[in-house]
Structure formats: structure tokens, C-alpha cells
């Protein structure tokens, strides 16, 4: 890359159903100049998250819809390059919402400096940042499990499912984890030390969850919806939980589908067994709990008690085919786009 030159990927084109590599357009600009009270950022890290499949459509959400040809949104750990802000100096590290693209101006509302020396920068997207609150949230305000109760959740491999685990038996109940075939399904149990894992692209999945929770579920946080909901839902035990913290075999959903109307079934379950089902985004507990989030987890990483796990692709322009597979579940552990390729092999992690 020449060094006057930025590069952006931009929302080309919206989708229909599953994200095209045409529904991104990559792009050149000038490098730009900070103003007075900003900073100039070139992006290292960029964080690639389910949440922006939902930003690339036009419809009501908890979001604004990014328009299209505006840069796509994301956050990333960044170095401030130039400053006329006098808290932040070159070279400083930083969480920032820059979206797509390697250089960005920042008037420090949206930046948080990073410490190498607590943990590595990168566990501030994922473990450390937004999807480990997530998990740690949903859990505390909503799954609040019991020793000895059974805590099921999906995307088990990924920064949000692998924390719900190993929270979970941190709190002393069981922990089953699903996730896409035996490598993940092995991780989950072997490495991040939940109970039990299930594969849930096995043709007798649902078979094997019941197996799997000879008690019945008592929390099962929600993270992807479809068949794997359909699966839980009867296993679900009176006065369950049921955080509802993403959907996202739900997510490249073109239309309502043409399946049975399960809702008045489902509404039934909800009556007889008492559920508590409630679905929340993230920051809605930051107020009260983040700091006690960063030091929990903190002290938990620092320990050794709390395991992660990142999956690396290399170039700005690998995030629409990295972000297309995560839909797909290609990629094993949170997923970041290494931007700056002239970034020092020794510090990269
Ligand atoms: N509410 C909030 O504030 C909030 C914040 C962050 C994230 N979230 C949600 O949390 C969930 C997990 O996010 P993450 O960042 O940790 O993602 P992730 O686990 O790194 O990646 C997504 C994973 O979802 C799984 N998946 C995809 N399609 C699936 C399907 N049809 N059935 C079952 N599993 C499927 C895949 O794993 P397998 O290969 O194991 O199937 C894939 O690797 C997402 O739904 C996301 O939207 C919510």
C-alpha cells in the first residue's frame, strides 16, 4: 500500500439472502488530515462480527442501516499516527469504531486505549470487548445459572459461546456447548472445558442434545435461532432462561419462510413452563456492569481460568470473503481482519 494512499470497503450493493463478494466494492482514498481536536488512526486489527449482516439490509432495527456506498461498520484496534487531541500521542493504542477501511479521523468519542502489557490488543475485540461483554451480560442480568443447573449454548466456539461456557462453570453448573462439526465440537470440550459438546450439523442432533441433557436445559443462551431453537425448546426445564442474544441462522433470511406457524406452540411452552425469555444487546448493562466484566474476565484470562481463541485472515480486502464464511460458520474462534500487513511480524499475536 503507497503511503498517501487509505483503502475503505465500502457497502456496495444490498443483500439478497447470503452477502455476495459484489455487495462490497474496495476503494482507494487519500490518507486524511486531522482537524483540530482529532486524531488520525491506522487500523491494525479489524473485527469482523454477525451484527453487520443486519446493517447491510434496509429495515427497522436496534441500528441505523449503513447507507449504501458508506464505508461498513466495524471496530478495530488502531494507532493514533497524529494527534491534535492533547490525551492521545502517537502511537498510543486504541479501540475505535472506524469501520472498514485502514486509516480514520477520530475526535476521541468513540476511542478506549488499549494496554499491551494487561492483555493482547486483540482480545479488545473479542474475549476482552464487545462479544465477551455479551456473553458476560446476557449470563449475570438474565441467565444468572445455578451450581448444578445446565447451561446450553451455540456458536460454542465463537468469542460470545465460548465465554457463556466457561462462565458457566466458573458459576458451578454444567456447560454443553453446540457448535459445526468434530474440530469445534472437540475444542469446546477439550480446550475450553465445557461438559459436553454437540455437533449440530449431525443428522440425529436433536436426539443427541436430549441425550447429552438428561436434566433438561435450565439456561439456554440464545445464539443462533432456526433448527437448533427447535431442538432446545422442549428440552427447555420450568422457570428456564432464555437470553436472546443473536440469531444468526436467521440472518441471511430473505423472507418470513414457508415452514408451519410454530409460534402458538412455542407461546404454549412459554405459559406451561414458566419461561423467562429476553432478548437484550449488549451495551444495555454497561452502566452497571462493564468494569466489573473487565476485571472478572480480566483476571480470568490473566490466570489461565479463561480461555479464547482468534482466527486471523491477513488484508482489508479478505473481509467481505472472511465475513461471508463467518455466516457460514467458517471461521473457528473470533474472527479479525489483520489490516496492516507492514505491521511487525514480532508484535503481531
Ligand atoms: N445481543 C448482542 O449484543 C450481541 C453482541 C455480539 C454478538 N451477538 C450475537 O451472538 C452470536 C454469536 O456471535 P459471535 O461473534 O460469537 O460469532 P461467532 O461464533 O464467531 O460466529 C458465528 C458462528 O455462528 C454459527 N452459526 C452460523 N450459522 C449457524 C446455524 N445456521 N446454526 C447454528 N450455528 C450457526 C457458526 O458456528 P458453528 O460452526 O459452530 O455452527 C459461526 O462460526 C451471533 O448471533 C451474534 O449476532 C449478539
Known amino acids: 500500500m503507497s503511503a498517501t494512499k487509505a483503502r475503505q470497503v465500502v457497502l456496495a450493493a444490498r443483500p439478497q439472502g447470503s452477502p455476495r463478494l459484489t455487495d462490497f466494492r474496495l476503494e482507494e482514498t487519500l490518507i486524511p488530515t486531522p482537524g483540530a481536536g482529532q486524531v488520525l488512526l491506522r487500523v491494525e486489527y479489524l473485527s469482523l462480527d454477525p451484527y453487520m449482516r443486519g446493517r447491510m439490509d434496509d429495515r427497522e432495527s436496534y441500528a441505523t442501516p449503513t447507507p449504501l456506498g458508506a464505508v461498513m461498520p466495524g471496530e478495530s484496534v488502531a494507532i493514533v499516527t497524529a494527534s491534535n487531541d492533547p490525551g492521545y500521542s502517537e502511537g498510543d493504542i486504541v479501540l475505535a469504531h472506524t469501520g472498514w477501511r485502514t486509516h480514520a479521523l477520530s475526535d476521541r468519542s468513540d476511542l478506549r486505549k488499549l494496554d499491551p502489557a494487561v492483555a493482547p490488543v486483540t482480545t479488545g475485540l473479542g474475549v476482552l470487548g464487545m462479544p465477551g461483554f455479551t456473553a458476560y451480560g446476557g449470563l449475570r442480568v438474565i441467565g444468572k445459572p445455578k451450581p448444578g443447573e445446565t447451561v446450553v449454548v451455540a456458536a460454542a466456539s465463537g468469542p460470545v459461546g465460548s465465554l457463556v461456557g466457561q462462565l458457566a462453570k466458573l458459576s458451578g453448573a454444567r ?175
Open 175 to 349: 456447560a454443553v456447548g453446540i457448535a459445526g462439526g468434530p474440530e469445534k465440537c472437540a475444542y469446546v470440550k477439550d480446550e475450553l472445558g465445557f461438559d459436553a459438546a454437540v455437533d449440530h450439523k449431525a443428522a440425529d442432533f436433536a436426539a443427541k442434545l436430549a441425550a447429552t441433557c438428561p436434566d433438561g436445559i435450565d439456561v439456554y443462551f440464545e445464539n443462533v435461532g432456526g433448527a437448533v431453537w427447535q431442538a432446545v425448546l422442549p428440552l427447555l426445564n420450568k422457570f428456564a432462561r432464555v437470553p436472546v442474544s443473536g440469531l444468526i441462522a436467521q440472518y441471511n433470511a430473505a423472507g418470513p419462510g414457508d415452514g408451519p406457524d410454530r409460534l402458538p406452540a412455542t407461546m404454549r411452552q412459554i405459559l406451561t413452563k414458566s419461561l423467562t425469555i429476553r432478548g437484550f444487546i449488549n451495551y444495555e448493562f454497561a452502566a452497571e456492569h462493564y468494569s466489573a466484566f473487565l476485571r472478572e474476565v480480566g483476571a480470568g484470562i490473566a490466570d489461565g481460568r479463561i480461555r479464547y481463541r482468534e482466527d486471523f485472515v491477513d488484508g482489508l480486502e479478505k473481509a467481505p470473503e472472511a465475513f461471508i464464511g463467518m455466516l457460514e460458520g467458517r471461521n473457528f474462534g473470533k474472527l479479525i481482519v489483520r489490516v496492516d500487513e507492514s505491521y511487525p511480524s514480532s508484535k503481531k499475536p
